[in-house]
């Protein structure tokens, strides 16, 4: 299973500005090894976001996404308490989950 994201949120006035930073290799399927052999595409496809449990953002991913990438995103009537959960899937079928708190 892949390293938990790094996840922050930070209520701004009535909003709160989430900021993840997620942990995968995110290979693209054009490089190739030490060996000549091509890598195997391995990305993330799918990110959502909920706040309290209902969903506030989704996306759809592909490979040219860089390695452990960095999302940004503000969730409008969050205060501080609040919890905000992200999750992604890649096409490999692995998925993770995790969660802050809204400080």
């Known amino acids: 299973m892949a390293d ?3 996840i922050r949120a930070q209520a701004q006035g ?7 930073l997620m942990s995968h290799e995110m290979e693209t399927g054009q490089r190739r ?4 052999k091509v ?4 990305f993330i496809n799918e990110v959502t976001a909920t ?3 209902k969903p506030v ?3 759809e991913w592909g490979p040219a ?5 960095f999302l940004q ?12 959960a992200v999750r992604w899937k890649d096409n490999k079928g692995e998925s993770r989950t995790d969660e802050a708190t809204v400080t």
Not at 14 to 20: F, K, S
Not at 33 to 36: I, L
């Open 57 to 59: 953002f989704s996306a």
């Open 65 to 69: 996404v860089a390695k452990n990438p």
């Open 51 to 53: 706040h309290n449990g």
């Open 39 to 42: 890598i195997p595409a391995w």
């Open 4 to 6: 938990p994201m790094r």
């Open 14 to 20: 009535g909003n709160a500005l989430v900021r993840v």
């Open 33 to 36: 090894d030490a060996a000549g």
């Open 73 to 84: 995103f503000t969730v409008k009537n969050a205060k501080a308490g609040d919890k905000i």
